[in-house]
């Protein structure tokens, strides 16, 4: 796999393409995946003894509908990121 990146970068470049690249055991290059990262941790997997891999998934899962859909997040105003409804507005026919 590493030669494939590394001709990947390499022909970006020549391209003329700057990528956002994060380099390999530098997990805090992305703020965004280490915050989920340490919630996730937190919030399930340091309260949890899973007894099978179907508890896992179901309960995972449940974490992961409520993360998304329920669950207020500061950056977002205290709103969830995809509220499970939107309704339209309807515009009647004249």
């Known amino acids: 796999m590493g030669f494939v990146a590394e001709l990947l970068r390499t022909w970006l470049h020549n391209l003329g393409v700057i990528t956002a690249f994060i380099e390999p055991g530098s997990p805090w290059e992305n703020g965004y ?16 003894i899973f007894d099978t891999v179907m508890e896992a998934r179901v309960v995972t899962e449940d974490w992961r509908i409520e993360y998304n859909t329920v669950r207020p997040h500061s950056s977002l105003g205290y709103r969830p990121p995809a509220p499970e409804v939107f309704y339209p507005c309807q515009v009647a026919n004249a």
């Open 33 to 48: 995946i280490e915050s989920f990262n340490g919630k996730f941790r937190d919030e399930l997997l340091n309260r949890e």
